[in-house]
Nanobody, 120 residues
């Protein structure tokens, strides 16, 4: 069992920056990768960025070069640094953790989400 708590969302002007945090607790040793997804009104949830336990990262094309995902293992926390924010980045951002269970079964856990609004 993994619990995820997001924080850091809020209102920011276009071109501004924001840092999201996701603190994980529970069976942390089972986590293979963590990531950030977002869902804007009327749109599907999409992967924004992900990072594996080994440190490999990947990003959606729409945020590449602007967002950076990182982790602090000591704090069991993953961050999403968002720079050069655009109005189209407005969405609820969800933290995700992929865990490896017995028999190789993968189970995803989700945070409750944090609102990011980019507007003047």
């Amino acid at each position: 069992q993994v619990q995820l708590v997001e924080s850091g969302g809020g209102l920011v002007q276009p071109g501004g920056s924001l840092r999201l945090s996701c603190a994980a607790s529970g069976s942390i040793f089972r986590i293979n990768a963590m990531g950030w997804y977002r869902q804007a009104p009327g749109k599907q949830r999409e992967l924004v960025a992900a990072i594996t336990s080994g440190g490999s990262t990947n990003y959606a094309d729409s945020v590449k070069g602007r967002f950076t995902i990182s982790r602090d293992n000591a704090k069991n926390t993953v961050y999403l640094q968002m720079n050069s924010l655009k109005p189209e980045d407005t969405a609820v951002y969800y933290c995700n953790a992929e865990t490896a269970q017995a028999m190789g079964v993968l189970i995803d856990y989700w945070g409750q989400g944090t609102q990011v609004t980019v507007s003047s």
